[in-house]
Every structure is written in C-alpha cells, then in structure tokens.
C-alpha cells in the first residue's frame, strides 16, 4: 500500500487518495473471484485480442520456437469441470494453496513446469531455487512471452500477479527477494502447473 500524508489537506492529495481507493477496490473485487476483470487488464497490447504469442518448448524442454496460438478461453463452469478443486481456486480465481501442500515446493526433479489449464510451459527446474515458503520457487520464468505480470492491489498489499499469457489462470506472484542472477522469486503455486520430468 502507498502512504499517503494524512496532515496534509490539498486537493492533490485528496485525489491521489481517491485513485488509491479505486484500484484498491478493483483489486478485492478481483480476489473477491470476478475473473472477467482480468483478460482485459491481463492482454493489454498482448498482440491481436484473440491471439497471443508465446515461445512453445518440448517436454524435453527443448524451446521449438516463437508461435501465435488462440488465447484459451472457456467458462468457469468448464475449468471448473476439467480442473481438480484447488487448481480452479488458484488459477480461475487467484487463490493462494496452502504452504507445503501441494506436490512441487520439495521437488528436485529435472522438468519443465506447465500451465495446469493450457499446457503453456511456463517454469523449468533449471531456475528453481530453494526458498523455504512451501511453495514453489523460480529465478525467472522459462520464457518471458509466456507470462503476464499484474500488479496486484488485493488484500491490502501491493504485489506482482504472474498468470499464464495463453489462458489467464493465475499462478502465482513474483517478489525482488530471489536469488542471483535476477534477485527475482517467482513464488508459484503447485496446483497451477503440471510438472513433466525430463530423462
Ligand atoms: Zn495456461
């Protein structure tokens, strides 16, 4: 959250408070699970609306190229129907799991990490880090044409939102406190992604 100067009576900071408001309020709507809000904020210049292009790679982890492919986009009552229950909570409605519960925060295994909804690669174990949250943890993303990052206002914190650039599920948030090289931790969760091991 920003601070504001609460002695401070100007019209400016009257305004700069009402804008803070506002996109507070957009954020808990959006937590609050209105997923139709975020295409539109997610795609923002993201090619033509109905496609996106993203850098597709192998399940040996191979990058095959940079292709245009049609953004994913089906009603919640689908994902809802195709998706185990807390992988819809995450990536349909930006739920968080729980720490140390899902299936990759301990995972050391050599893979690749794909979108659970769409099958975008989106992470390699080549990055992963031990972060010790419980969650989940990357240097930086397999390929940065295949995410989208969002600021986040929601629950009463400013963040980065990471989701997927093909289907819009959320996956997780990205914070400054990572390791070298890029000091970036990409703290994911395991119910948004599908890990695929490698030989
Ligand atoms: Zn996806």
Redesign the pocket.
């Known amino acids: 959250m920003q601070s504001h100067p609460l002695n401070s009576d100007t019209l400016s900071t009257q305004q700069t408070n009402r804008r803070s408001f506002l996109i507070t309020a957009v954020g808990a709507v959006g937590v609050a699970g209105l997923a139709a809000w975020r295409p539109s904020l997610a795609f923002a210049g993201a090619g033509t609306p109905g496609t996106v292009t993203i850098v597709q790679f192998s399940d040996a982890g191979k990058p095959t190229g940079k292709v245009s492919v049609p953004r994913?986009v089906r009603p919640d009552s689908e994902w809802k129907q195709k998706l185990a229950p807390i992988s819809f909570q995450v990536?349909r409605h930006a739920d968080t799991e729980r720490p140390y519960t899902g299936s990759t925060w301990n995972n050391h295994d050599h893979g690749l990490y794909?979108?659970?909804?769409?099958?975008?690669a989106?992470f390699s174990s080549e990055t992963k880090f031990e972060s010790g949250t419980g969650w989940p943890s990357f240097w930086q993303p397999i390929a940065k044409e295949n995410i989208v990052e969002i600021r986040d206002m929601g629950l009463g914190m400013e963040r980065t939102a990471v989701?997927?650039?093909?289907?819009?599920?959320h996956?997780g948030h990205v914070f400054d406190d990572g390791p070298r090289p890029t000091g970036l931790r990409y703290c994911m969760n395991s119910a948004a992604m599908r890990f695929v091991k490698t030989a």
Not at 114 to 120: A, P, Q
Not at 163 to 169: K, V
């Open positions: 994913v990536t794909r979108c659970i909804c769409c099958d975008n989106v989701s997927c650039r093909e289907c819009d599920a996956l």
